[in-house]
């Protein structure tokens, strides 16, 4: 019996008769590492409750409401970049990166932070390209984007603390909620709930 040392990374097998072939593919990925998928990134707005968009600013992230005109702006246009990950222990999801550019043309990665004994979320410029590979299961900006079972709506668990949650609360002002990072204990929280829509989809919630 080959030990897990000796573990590869297959893309399919062929069935020929009674035999089973399968192809390695990317010998130097681990199990546990995130890989770029280059044919899936894609451009939504994350909306939620109210006709609230996240956007970006130089003050951080935070829920905006936003009718169809100020959507055509860069600041809530949010880049998904897919990544690969084998790691069968992890949560239920695609592994993304989100990135998102401001109205100074700075590009910004949503990340997730410490400030002393509390967990947060915040913009983190990009000042580079994002990685092909990640050689780590665990990264600040990854996180596993879920489709709630019987919705149309997503939630984002971190990657590096595993049940934590992109989420939202009330801000400062009545027309903003802060993006935030929230611990679920239950598998439904309201506030984690987020949908990704795009121009055309506008038409029907404005």
């Not at 668990?157 to 992109?166: H, M, T, V």
Request: proline share 3%; aromatic share 10%; hydrophobic share 35%.
């Amino acid at each position: 019996m080959a030990s897990n040392s000796e573990c590869k990374c297959v893309e399919f097998a062929i069935v020929d008769k009674e035999d089973i072939f399968f192809q390695v593919e990317h010998e130097d990925f681990e199990l546990d590492d995130f890989k770029k998928e280059t044919k899936k990134c894609f451009q939504k707005m994350i909306k939620i409750k109210n006709n609230r968009f996240l956007v970006v600013d130089e003050e951080g992230l935070k829920f905006k409401e936003r009718n169809k005109e100020q959507c055509k702006a860069d600041d809530c246009r949010f880049n998904i970049q897919v990544y690969r990950n084998n790691d069968i222990d992890r949560p239920r999801g695609s592994a993304v990166i989100l990135s998102v550019t401001s109205p100074c043309k700075q590009t910004y990665m949503v990340c997730c932070e410490k400030n002393g004994d509390q967990k947060a979320v915040s913009a983190k410029p990009l000042e580079q390209p994002l990685p092909d590979q990640i050689g780590s299961s665990k990264h600040e900006a990854v996180f596993f984007m879920e489709l709630i079972p019987g919705t149309s709506q997503y939630r984002f668990n971190s990657s590096l603390w595993c049940s934590w949650y992109l989420s939202f609360e009330d801000g400062p002002e009545a027309a903003l909620m802060k993006l935030v990072l929230r611990k679920v204990h239950k598998d439904v929280d309201e506030n984690c709930s987020m949908g990704l829509t795009d121009m055309l989809s506008l038409w029907y919630f404005c």
